[in-house]
């Protein structure tokens, strides 16, 4: 009796070793996993996530195409447009992040994001300032819009007429991505300062 008390102590006492030794080590890993997590998911300064996020290591592309009208006459007379695609224009984006601020409770954080383009000329099929596409005249387009529903109609009808503005405009790759001083809307800037003088497809985005 004594002997068989004595194994059922013994084996429960090795159980309860064993299962603590083993809820030891599970909290020893979980908190291993919790600081590995912390370190490499929360924006903390200094951890490898903060780093990546403020300035992104990985590079990215962006490629862009355009098709050139090749018979505006015959467009304005209702013929099938013409076009040829013109492309790539190959730039790489260079993100990062500046004025950056954490919150008081440390679980919020606020930046200023900043994208920049730098062209890459063996990856494009020319050179954006100097190769030209013949294109919609957008901003001629959009101004005859708002001469049909702005309160600025008249005035912008006026100047569509004035100056003759035609359907299709020839402009540098570059002018068409990244802005130009257009007649049109420098005019209608002048009656409401709130519509910018450039149009470009990607201008004020850099």
């Known amino acids: ?4 008390c004595f194994y ?4 429960l006492s090795l159980l309860l ?4 030794v083993t809820l030891l080590v599970a909290r020893v890993f979980q908190k291993a996993v919790d600081e590995t997590i912390e370190k490499n998911i929360v924006l903390r300064n200094g951890s490898e996530t903060f780093d990546s996020w403020k300035k992104p290591p990985l590079p990215v592309y962006s490629q862009f195409y355009f098709f050139n009208v090749t018979n505006p006459a015959e467009i304005l007379r209702g013929e099938i447009p013409r076009l040829e695609e013109v ?20 679980t919020t954080v606020s930046a200023t994001s900043n994208k920049a383009y730098v062209f890459l000329r063996d990856q494009s099929v020319g050179d954006p300032k100097v190769d030209s596409i013949r294109t919609l005249n ?16 008249v005035i912008i009808q006026a100047l569509l007429k004035a100056y003759q503005q035609e359907f299709f405009v020839t402009r540098t790759v570059d002018d068409l991505l990244w802005g130009y001083k257009d007649e049109i809307l420098s005019l209608i800037h002048t009656f409401r300062p709130s519509i910018s003088p450039y149009f470009g497809l990607y201008y004020g985005v850099t």
């Open 1 to 4: 009796m004594g002997r068989c």
């Open 8 to 11: 059922a102590v013994g084996t």
């Open 17 to 20: 070793l064993v299962t603590s």
């Open 87 to 106: 492309g790539p224009y190959t730039y790489r984006e260079i993100r990062s992040k500046e004025d950056i601020q954490f919150g008081d409770n440390g």
């Open 138 to 153: 957008i901003p001629a387009v959009t101004a005859m819009e708002w001469a049909q529903q702005h309160f600025l109609r």
